[in-house]
């Protein structure tokens, strides 16, 4: 059975850092894209990052570029999202999620097949 599990979220002032980690369990994932979105009180679920099978090419959406990192570790099967100066309306929801055996990194939600449960980020003005 699949399992992506984030961790990492938490309240930081503006300004500040966080670093969130999702480990994957249930198959291998080194083949597989993976992505963070998130979603905000009241707002649709919103793409922030991804990055390609191989760790090689990443995308971010415009509101965090130069800000965000996103990595990937295919011998750990982990995929982190490095968060600096981070902003209040950063704050939502974080959540991991995978393609299943596609490579290519998406910015589309609906073409990733295995989701995590979330993370809290709150960022306090």
């Known amino acids: 059975q699949v399992q992506l599990v984030e961790s990492g979220g938490g309240l930081v002032q503006a300004g500040g850092s966080l670093r969130l980690s999702c480990a994957a369990s249930?198959?291998?994932?080194?083949?597989?894209?993976m992505g963070w979105f998130r979603q905000a009180p009241g707002e649709e679920r919103e793409f922030v990052a991804a990055i390609s099978g191989n760790g090689v090419i990443a995308y971010y959406a415009d509101s965090v570029k130069g800000r965000f990192t996103i990595s990937k570790d295919n011998a750990k099967n982990t995929v982190a999202l490095q968060m600096n100066s981070l902003k209040p309306e950063d704050t939502a929801v974080y959540y991991c999620a995978t393609r299943r055996d596609i490579a290519y990194a998406s910015r589309n939600s609906r073409e990733y097949d295995y989701w995590g449960q979330g993370t809290q980020v709150t960022v306090s003005s």
């Open positions: 249930g198959r291998t994932f080194s083949r597989s894209a």
